[in-house]
């Protein structure tokens, strides 16, 4: 017998005894042990492929049936997960479409530019449409080339507020939400480093313009693409259109009217006749353009509140599918992997990272989402079934993959504008890999980010709602405003946004200063950790009340003390205790 089969052995045999690392002869953690989560990613050991196909295959016919019934379980919780994904995303669409459609703007600066692309992508839930919709319009003449670059490189960053927020399903879970939150920015770090990195050598080269132009076939050409649809899509689409489906034409519609055209150019929704699609001029909720049927949420003769009242309906809808199936499918994906070495999980994802960037593109391509993508790994980083280090690459491949959205979306557009932006989505993409993944020491710095990031839940439960308002509302909103200032063609504006720059660069380095010299870093963690032991504090409230009680009845047993009874309050009692309080206040 080989070392190896006797430490399996020996595991197999003790496995519902040990539950703790410390007693195995692998030093390996187990999915399920009191230490899980003290075990770091170097103190993991190597296991051999023989271990992992005993791991996997090796079973009792009793242990099959469970098998197969948790992955039925996965993959029934996994289908409605991307059904509330696609209602989310149909239903911002509903909510944000009229505001998305006028805030796309040629005349945006860079910096505007790029604020532009983030909010449409938060608003909307997709960078794939909203990508379309800048391809569409650059096609149109709407939109300029070197605008919708920076448009798309503020669509990569918003992208990755979906997976964000489903990290939040981890809430309950100190460690899962640390794990998590990590999982889920790691995009976000690598998109933010890449626009840091690339939009000035942008602004002052125009490297990734002239790049992509040399690609460009000189004439233009006729429109002789088509749109693609991808399978995940047609598994989902059924059951989400019989729910709410969103009109992408409001937006676009917008966008492409220079203020001619506006939402209420789409109100009221009428049809003649049975609602269908023939039959009925639609609002931001549109018609099933294959059977012709209208969702359930759509009504004749809505008016915008009534539209976006739906769409707020379906989105909290959509909120609590993505929360319920998330709980169900980290408790069965927990399930089944207790008492499974982490060797030999780590072992079985350990892939070389140029593949995972593969497998990451071609996932998003299948899904046309990289938001699903990533917000599909996110949990399975949070239960630690999955390291971040491969995170990375599959993030990184769902970002490359979502651009092929782009590139179909130029193919059916006139001239060679629009595909002049799908491929400098593209290599926007591209470049960023080269710069940040290859050399480890730059692939470090996304990582330490979000391992940063991670651990910033472990101060406080709700530092990741912060982040989201912040990062992707506050900010872009907040930059957008100011910037616009400079398109206004006014001497005062322009002086105004000057000093707004001046001061807000001035108050980022008395910030720097603050927070790295002057001790804001621990005041700020501080306050952070106060609020965390107040929340504690308030969940444990009912459960140490019983306590105390528990204990008073206990010292009266002990005592023989009699048990006391209220005294009741009388109308005079009531008066004399409302004198005394009023004669304080004087």
């Not at 626009?195 to 006729?222: C, H, N």
């Not at 969702?295 to 707020?312: C, I, W």
Request: net charge negative; proline share 3%; charged share 20%.
């Amino acid at each position: 017998m080989t070392d190896i089969e006797g430490k399996m052995k020996s595991e197999d045999i003790k496995s519902e005894d040990i539950r703790s690392r410390k007693d195995r002869q692998t030093g390996s953690a187990h999915f399920g042990d009191d230490d899980f989560d003290e075990e770091n990613v170097d103190d993991i050991g190597d296991a051999s492929w023989r271990e992992v196909f005993h791991s996997c295959c090796v079973h009792s016919s009793s242990e099959w049936g469970w098998i197969f019934f948790g992955l039925f379980m996965v993959l029934f919780f996994l289908y409605f997960f991307l059904l509330g994904l696609d209602i989310l995303g149909s239903a911002a669409k509903v909510i944000g479409g009229c505001t998305a459609g006028a805030l796309f703007d040629d005349d945006a600066n860079p910096v505007a530019g790029v604020m532009i692309g983030i909010l449409c992508t938060v608003l909307i839930q997709s960078s794939s449409s909203t990508t379309s919709i800048i391809v569409s319009l650059v096609g149109a003449g709407v939109i300029g080339v070197r605008a919708g670059i920076f448009m798309v490189m503020g669509s990569n960053i918003g992208t990755s507020v979906t997976n964000t927020i489903v990290a939040m399903g981890h809430l309950g879970n100190g460690d899962e939400l640390e794990r998590a939150f990590a999982g889920a920015t790691v995009h976000d770090m690598f998109n933010f480093l890449t626009v840091a990195v690339l939009f000035p050598i942008e602004l002052v080269s125009g490297m990734i313009y002239e790049l992509t132009k040399a690609m460009l076939p000189s004439d233009d050409r006729d429109s002789n693409g088509d749109k693609w649809e991808g399978p995940i899509k047609k598994l989902v689409s059924p059951l989400g259109s019989r729910i709410i489906i969103a009109n992408k034409k409001v937006a676009e519609g917008i966008a492409e009217g220079n203020g001619n055209v506006t939402c209420a150019s789409f109100y009221p929704v009428t049809c003649e006749g049975e609602p269908s699609k023939d039959n009925c001029k639609v609002g931001l909720i549109a018609c099933d353009k294959k059977s012709g049927r209208c969702p359930a949420f759509f009504q004749d003769g809505a008016e915008k509140s009534d539209d976006v009242v739906s769409g707020a309906v379906c989105f909290v809808l959509a909120l609590v599918i993505l929360i319920t199936c998330l709980i169900g499918l980290v408790t069965v994906l927990q399930k089944m992997l207790m008492g499974v070495s982490t060797r030999i999980i780590y072992k079985a994802t350990n892939m070389n990272g140029y593949l995972a960037i593969l497998i990451g593109c071609g996932l998003t391509i299948l899904v046309q989402s990289s938001s699903i993508t990533t917000s599909v790994l996110t949990p399975f980083v949070g239960i630690g079934a999955l390291q971040l280090e491969q995170m990375l690459p599959l993030t990184l491949g769902a970002n490359l993959g979502t651009t092929f959205t782009g590139l179909l979306a130029s193919l059916v557009a006139t001239g060679v504008d629009s595909l002049h932006v799908a491929l400098a989505h593209l290599f926007f993409n591209v470049i960023g890999i080269i710069i940040w993944y290859p050399i480890p020491f730059m692939r470090n710095v996304p990582l330490r980010a979000a391992r940063t990031l991670g651990r910033a839940t472990r101060i406080w439960s709700g530092f990741p709602i912060l982040y989201i308002i912040v990062i992707f509302l506050l900010l872009p909103i907040t930059l957008f405003g100011i910037f616009t200032l400079f398109d206004q063609g006014s001497k005062g504006f322009t002086v105004l946004g000057t000093f707004i720059v001046v001061f807000l660069g001035l108050l980022v380095l008395w910030t720097v200063y603050k927070w790295r010299y002057a001790g804001l870093k621990e005041r700020i963690v501080k306050g952070f950790q106060a609020m965390q032991e107040k929340k504690t504090a308030m969940g444990n409230l009912p459960q140490d009340m019983k306590f105390v009680k528990e204990e008073l009845a206990r010292l009266r047993d002990h005592t023989g003390l009699p048990e006391q009874e209220p005294e009741p309050i009388t109308d005079e009692k009531e008066k004399e205790t409302v004198t005394e309080v009023d004669r304080e206040e004087a």
